[in-house]
């Protein structure tokens, strides 16, 4: 499936999240890479939101944290043209972008590697899901 939007700027706290130790560790085994720090923000069309609440169910790997004040976040696989990363779903209560926004981690600057910048037109491909 594929879900278009524009990057967006967002809140500038994920470098925190995506620099933990814990986030560090299980996104390399569990998706195969060390994050990049900081993620990608898209803002989906219309028509691309209307799939992101049952593909948010369709996430079947999940980052579980070691001390309780941090909370659980669900990940997709997706790729932007040919870098893969995911989409962090985080738990409900503590997110802080609109329904339409998604956040994207991957192994590189998405926006220095593919020289997009805020306004910008992309299109997220996203995987099929296994257990992991």
Known sequence: MKLSGRVVSGSRKASFFTQLDWVQEQCATKLGFKPYPGTLNVE???ESVVH???LEKEA????????????????????????????????????????SIVEI???VGLKDVLNIEDGDQVTLTVAQEKES
């Open 105 to 107: 981690i991957a192994p």
């Open 52 to 54: 992101l609440r049952a």
């Open 44 to 46: 989906l069309s219309p």
């Open 60 to 99: 079947k790997t999940e980052f579980i944290p070691p001390d309780p004040k941090y909370c659980v976040a669900r990940l997709l696989s997706v790729s932007l043209r040919s870098i893969a990363g995911a989409m962090i779903f985080p738990a409900e209560d503590v997110r802080i972008h609109g329904k």
